[in-house]
């Protein structure tokens, strides 16, 4: 059987997503598997080569779910042959997982990268779920707590960047004395000798007993509840607030009253509180829920800009302030 790879990770000139599709090109032909490199932004692209007999697919999770309605209501869901996909290249959930392998009867998995390494990812996760497994041929997880078991990602090899363009203190920076590029990414090795991402060490925050605290892990709670299409949470005068997303049309904000409005938001802020705080340990409390009234605004490789979240938002909290 011959298989197809759609690659869509292609936003434009030398971004971490064209980097991701060069060397999942190159993953491909060794294994003999026939590629079909196209961007990310062509759905008609997109929907003809998957139509055609595409058996994997590597895109964006957003993408992919807005490719499944695309041949849902086309009434092409039946006709396709997709059995999996590895998407990445934008935080998602394992709601968001789940839908699409629901939506498209496919196995979906989540790959990990930087644009300062070539891939094809620093790591993925497998079948069952529990996490991203650092590729241990390629990186090496350096455990800087042995009690905790916590270190920084760091790389060294023929696959490591030599340097940013043109910017040597910033080069300086990230690299150790000895050559060993710092991906910022803290893994965290369990019982089995396996490693997991736990955050971005520039987004970690710290806690009023000197814990370490990864906000990505509260965000992957808080973004697995009913409503919530995402979240970030930050640090305001020693108290962790997390602010929210709704999913589209989640919230009719001009269909209600304005008394029932805020009724039926404030009983999902007290659910998400409930849930997110069930689900995280004592440091990683959430003292309270703000719900965002616009998208958070993002970079090009579609993260978050959260220093812009950290002492104020526009939600709804801030709006009520002000009547």
């Not at 806690?207 to 509260?218: D, K, L, M, T």
């Amino acid at each position: 059987m011959i298989n197809f790879l759609q690659a869509i990770f292609t936003y434009g000139f030398l971004t971490r997503a064209l980097v991701a599709g060069i060397m999942i090109s190159i993953c491909a032909s060794l294994l003999g598997v026939t590629l079909v490199l196209k961007r990310f932004s062509m759905i008609g692209d997109g929907l003809s080569h998957v139509g055609f007999g595409a058996t994997a697919i590597a895109c964006t999770p957003s993408y992919l779910l807005h490719l499944s309605e695309v041949l849902r209501d086309e009434g092409l869901l039946d006709k396709i042959k997709l059995k999996a996909a590895i998407c990445g290249a934008e935080p998602w959930t394992d709601e968001m997982r789940r839908e699409i392998e629901r939506r498209l009867n496919i196995r979906a998995f989540d790959i990990y990268g930087l644009s300062e390494i070539m891939g094809p990812g620093v790591a993925c996760d497998c079948q069952y779920h529990k996490g991203l497994h650092v590729c241990e041929d390629h990186f090496y997880p350096e455990i800087i707590n042995p009690e905790t078991g916590e270190g920084e990602v760091v790389a060294k090899g023929p696959n490591v960047m030599l340097g940013y363009y043109k910017d040597p203190v910033r080069t300086k920076s990230v690299f150790t004395e000895d050559g060993w590029f710092r991906t910022s990414d803290i893994a965290v090795q369990d019982e089995k000798g396996r490693f997991y991402i736990k955050g971005r060490n520039s987004n970690m925050i710290l806690g009023p007993s000197g814990e370490n605290i990864y906000p990505e892990e509260i965000e992957n709670v808080i973004n697995n509840v009913e409503g919530v299409s995402e979240s970030i949470v930050v640090e305001r005068d020693g108290r962790l607030v997390a602010l929210v997303q709704p999913q589209e049309n989640f919230i009719q904000w001009d269909k209600e009253s304005e008394d029932k409005l805020y009724e039926k938001i404030d009983a999902w802020k007290a659910k998400l509180l409930k849930v997110t705080n069930k689900n995280v340990n004592k440091s990683s409390q959430v003292s309270s829920v703000e719900v965002m009234k616009e998208p958070f605004e993002k970079t090009a490789t579609q993260k978050i800009r959260r220093f812009k979240y950290k002492d104020s938002a526009p939600t709804v909290e801030e709006e009520q302030k002000t009547k």
